[in-house]
Nanobody, 124 residues
Framework: QVQLVESGGGMVQAGGSLRLSCAAS????????MGWFRQAPGKEREFVAA????????YYADSVKGRFTISRDNAKNSVYLQMNSLKPEDTAVYYC?????????????????WGQGTQVTVSS
């Protein structure tokens, strides 16, 4: 079992940056593949980015590639999402997620644990 708590959301103008953090507690953090998802009003939750257990491999949705960077610090039991060049269409609740499998997948149903989410609002 792992508990996930996101922070760092807020309101920013288009072109700005935010850094989201996700703190994990419980079972050994380094044993989880970690990911970020987002859900805009009226839309389904969608994959944003993921990172493998050691941090050596990352994967991004096409919509954020080149603008967002996922990273992790296993010593601090944390995963991060640096978001640059933000656009109004990035507005959503952002969720941290964990899965025990070592493989990165984009399907939300394949992730075992979820945080409560943090709101990101990008104004034009």
């Amino acid at each position: 079992q792992v508990q996930l708590v996101e922070s760092g959301g807020g309101m920013v103008q288009a072109g700005g940056s935010l850094r989201l953090s996700c703190a994990a507690s419980g079972r050994t953090f380094s044993s989880y593949t970690m990911g970020w998802f987002r859900q805009a009003p009226g839309k389904e939750r969608e994959f944003v980015a993921a990172i493998n257990k050691s941090g050596s491999n990352t994967y991004y949705a096409d919509s954020v590639k080149g603008r967002f960077t996922i990273s992790r610090d296993n010593a601090k039991n944390s995963v991060y999402l640096q978001m640059n060049s933000l656009k109004p269409e990035d507005t959503a609740v952002y969720y941290c997620a964990a899965r025990t499998s070592p493989f990165i997948v984009v399907a939300t149903a394949s992730w075992n644990y979820w945080g409560q989410g943090t709101q990101v609002t990008v104004s034009s």
